[in-house]
């Protein structure tokens, strides 16, 4: 049985090596050069810059990217931080703070800064974290129709989560000023809004705790390390799904490289999207008015900066995140502001130009706050939603709010066709996307007829068997 996975993002990646693990043929393709996606990492003039993803969290035990390790076999090439580590420093109207990995650090830090009044706050958001954990690796979510029933057995665990489904995170939260600008920010980066439900927000928070890890030589290693042992055919961009009877039977691929002007109808039996299913199906992609989309300006400091290596200045609109990775004497940025998507669209090649250095003058004056000496980088370059758009090959990179637990894609877009990645958790971070493979996955054997009936070895996926 053959599965054909279109993209090798962190979604990608993680699906073919658990259909491998089971003993599936797998074939990935990928349009770039080098695997990750936006999870990835590129070099521009001797560097190694991040695509998108800066900050890779979910390696505690029980955590996404833990689960995904242990169920693949591989050691992931990421630094552990251990706890009281400075991961993250916010500048605030009142003054810096830190965010430190390890809850007891960050409860104390938090007393210090805000007062007493935030730590039932704090206490609320480790309970719903750490119940959600618990969940998420068998949780069929997003539910298929046909699966309603097996979030039955798990009601009893699922009841006390309810209130928070309908409450927004601020409804728990002392209602100092200052206090609520932090959460609004910290949730700008993981949950791409304060517009989020109070449960996911206790998750989203939970960021510093779930397990951050340094990665040396940037993000794509870790991608890189994932692809090893897999056959990743790049320069391969499929430009179809070909369907018969309702279901997906091949995909056309068109190569580029060393096989530029080839193309290929490539059969299988599953089909893996890491990417939108739409323009495979010859289908409009429609952009949430909500979406959101990402300014990044890219650089290199002649010096190494301290830590902490991520720093978000909270100041002032629009918020403005720092990620920073000392290598060799030099330190290598990437300062990134959530942008709208319209501001974007319908510019002449002047008018983008001049709206590109605004937003770079804007980057660099809201970073500089952050790390003085930010201007003097070389090479200084910037990426907007028109280069994610042609980057990654889809309608709008970003994500969009969590208004609510039933706002997602589906993932079984048809019988044998599933989605994987971000397109399951819009916008959502590497762990999320993580955690979409496992779900694609269990589906697909699921509905193959494969779950637990001895073709392969089911029991490295996460997860409890009988809720496939
Ligand atoms: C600016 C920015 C900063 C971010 N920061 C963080 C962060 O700090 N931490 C974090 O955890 N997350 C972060 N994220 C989110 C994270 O990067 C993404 O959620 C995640 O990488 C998405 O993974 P994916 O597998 O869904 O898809 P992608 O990474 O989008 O991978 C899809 C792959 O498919 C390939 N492809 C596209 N079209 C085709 C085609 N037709 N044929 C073949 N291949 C194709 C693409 O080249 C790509 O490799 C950030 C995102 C952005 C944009």
């Known amino acids: 049985m053959r599965a054909v996975v279109v993209g090798a993002g962190f979604g990608g990646l993680v699906a073919a090596r658990l259909l491998k693990g089971v003993g599936l043929e797998v074939v990935v393709l990928e349009a770039h050069t080098y695997p990750g996606g936006l999870a990835g990492s590129f070099y521009h003039r001797g560097f190694r810059f991040e695509a998108g993803a800066t900050l890779l969290s979910g390696l505690a035990p029980g955590a996404p990217l833990a689960l995904a390790a242990e169920a693949l076999g591989v050691r992931l090439p990421a630094t ?16 810096r703070l830190l965010r430190l990995v390890g809850r007891e650090a960050e409860r104390e830090a938090q007393r210090d800064f805000f007062g007493p009044q935030v730590l039932p706050f704090w206490a ?8 959600l954990l618990d969940l998420a690796p068998r949780l069929p979510w997003p539910p298929e129709g046909e699966e309603l029933g097996l979030l039955l057995p798990l009601f009893p665990r699922l009841l006390p989560l309810l209130p928070d489904l309908f409450l927004r995170p601020q409804a728990r939260a002392p209602q100092d000023p200052d206090f609520l600008r ?18 996911y927000a206790a998750l989203a928070l939970d960021l510093p705790h779930l397990g951050p890890a340094l990665v040396p030589g940037g993000m794509g290693r870790v991608a890189e390390a994932l692809a090893e042992g897999l056959e990743v055919r790049y320069k391969a961009k499929v430009e179809r799904l070909l369907l018969r009877e309702g279901r997906a039977r091949a995909v056309e691929v068109a190569y580029g490289g060393r096989r530029r002007g080839e193309r290929e109808v490539l059969a299988g039996d599953l089909f893996f999207l890491n990417i939108p299913p739409e323009p495979l199906l010859g289908l409009p992609q429609r952009v949430p008015k909500d979406a959101w989309g990402a300014f990044v300006l890219y650089g290199v400091l002649p010096f190494e900066a301290p830590p902490p290596y991520y720093r978000q200045n909270a100041r002032e609109r629009p918020f403005a995140f720092l990620s920073l990775r000392p290598e060799g004497g030099k330190t290598v940025f990437a300062l990134s502001l959530h942008t709208p998507l319209a501001l974007w669209e319908g510019l002449s090649r002047e008018e983008y130009a001049r709206l590109k250095a605004q937003w770079q003058a804007l980057a660099l004056r809201l ?35 969590q208004t609510h637990p039933f706002r997602f894609p589906r993932v079984r877009v048809l019988p044998n066709a599933f989605r994987v990645g971000e397109g399951v958790f819009p ?20 509905r193959a007829g494969l779950a637990g009936k001895g073709e392969g070895d089911y029991s490295a996926l996460p997860g409890d068997p009988t809720y496939w």
């Open 367 to 401: 970073g500089e706050a952050l790390l003085p000496g930010l201007g003097e980088a070389s090479p200084l370059f910037a990426a907007t939603p028109r280069t994610y758009r042609r980057f990654a090959g889809r309608a709008w990179v970003g994500g969009y709010p």
């Open 124 to 131: 609320w958001q480790e309970d719903r974290a750490q119940r």
């Open 80 to 95: 552990p931080l251990p706890p009281g580590f400075p991961l993250m420093e916010v500048l605030l109207p009142r003054g």
């Open 182 to 199: 932090f959460l609004e920010a910290q949730l700008l980066i993981s949950a791409q809004t304060q517009a989020s439900y109070a449960l």
């Open 427 to 446: 916008g959502q971070s590497v762990p999320a996307v993580v955690l979409s493979a496992f779900r694609a996955v269990r589906l697909a054997l699921g």
